[in-house]
Nanobody, 113 residues
Framework: VQLQASGGGLVRAGGSLRLSCAAS????????MAWYRQAPGKARELVAK??????DYADSVKGRFTISRDGDKNTVYLQMNSLKDEDTGVYLC?????????WGQGTLVTVSS
């Protein structure tokens, strides 16, 4: 399975972006899919994940970000609203099935104040 992330860009603080992660395979077969964030000088952190029906979020993005999945399109989305400077980073798509992990190449989000 290959993951292709897109949708990043430069946005003003308070603005919105929607990231997409398109999978080459069937995401329904995945245990879960997630978005991670890698900010400069910081450890990679889990931003949001979703199983077949249940989403979960990092405290820092709750109420602002929404993760969703479209099984027909084999795509996972991350809607990001009310963006803050600290949301800046490379956003990576991740999926796993049992012990096997899949990573996308990442898409850069830059939030300017």
């Amino acid at each position: 399975v290959q993951l292709q992330a897109s949708g990043g860009g430069l946005v003003r603080a308070g603005g919105s972006l929607r990231l997409s992660c398109a999978a080459s395979g069937n995401i329904i077969s995945m245990d879960a899919m997630a978005w991670y964030r890698q900010a400069p000088g910081k450890a990679r952190e889990l931003v949001a994940k979703i199983t077949e029906t249940t989403p979960d979020y990092a405290d820092s993005v709750k109420g602002r970000f929404t993760i969703s999945r479209d099984g027909d399109k084999n795509t996972v989305y991350l809607q990001m609203n009310s963006l803050k400077d600290e949301d800046t980073g490379v956003y990576l798509c991740h999926a796993w099935r049992g012990p096997t992990n899949y990573w996308g190449q990442g898409t850069l989000v830059t939030v300017s104040s």
